[in-house]
């Protein structure tokens, strides 16, 4: 049972596009959303990450906006780069300890120069 | 990586056999944690560790065993391994058990054949 839905499974912008990656959760009780970005051959490396109280981060380029009563949440990659292109994970922990993290299936975005 | 290293990086075994990876960290952070990826279902949490020598289940730990003797190492053993374990696996590290960024490894590759 995936708690996490990620989509699209693949993406593919042009330079100076925005990419739009869209996740939607089950579980209310999740508290903690991060964005993980990943080059092949490399592990995971956190991007930006949300807490439920709060409707929009932005760091940069990039933005998470959120939405609380639809259960969903997003990642916006301004002015996206080909140095952008990457597999993008989203993810939820629950509060309680520990950080378990449930992932999203991902997203690989293709940014063509 | 922030001083998390895995070995071996790559390995191919026979079914049936065991296997032992191994994470190291230099970055004495209390949590640990074991996912696999597999294409179309992101990051899976095989097992944790939030001490030496208390370690927890995960979402997908059947055939998994881990140990954790000291605050550095964090062992994953397939007892006797199947062609559904081919996968990569990673090492994750975090300071704290709330929502805390997890820094992973670069991963070890893992082929049963």
């Known amino acids: 049972q995936q708690q996490v839905k990620q989509s699209p499974q693949s993406l593919i912008v042009q330079k100076g596009g925005i990419s739009i990656i869209n996740c939607a959760y089950e579980n209310t009780a999740f508290d903690y959303f991060p964005w993980y970005q990943q080059f092949p051959g490399k592990g995971p490396a956190l991007l930006i990450a949300?807490?439920?109280?709060?409707s929009e981060k932005k760091e940069g380029r990039f933005t998470i906006s959120f939405n609380k009563s639809a259960k969903q949440f997003s990642l916006h990659i301004m002015d996206s780069q080909p140095g952008d292109s990457a597999t993008y994970f989203c993810a939820a922990s629950k509060p309680g300890g520990y950080n378990k993290l449930i992932f999203g299936a991902g997203t690989r975005l293709a940014v063509h120069p | 990586d922030a001083g998390i290293t895995q070995s071996p990086r790559h390995k191919v075994t026979e079914t049936g056999t065991p296997v032992t990876l191994r994470c190291h960290q230099t970055e004495n952070h209390r949590y640990m944690y074991w996912y696999r990826q597999d294409p179309g279902h992101g990051l899976r949490l095989i097992h944790y560790s939030y001490g030496v020598k208390d370690t927890d289940k995960g979402e997908v730990s059947d055939g998994y065993s881990v140990s954790r003797s000291k605050t550095e190492d964090f062992l994953l053993t397939l007892e006797s391994a199947t062609s559904s374990q081919t996968s990569v696996y990673f090492c994750?590290?975090?300071?704290?058990?709330?929502?805390?960024?997890?820094?992973f490894g670069p991963g070890t590759r893992l082929t049963v054949t």
């Open positions: 994750a590290i975090s300071a704290q058990g709330g929502p805390y960024e997890q820094y």
């Open positions: 949300i807490r439920p109280d709060v």
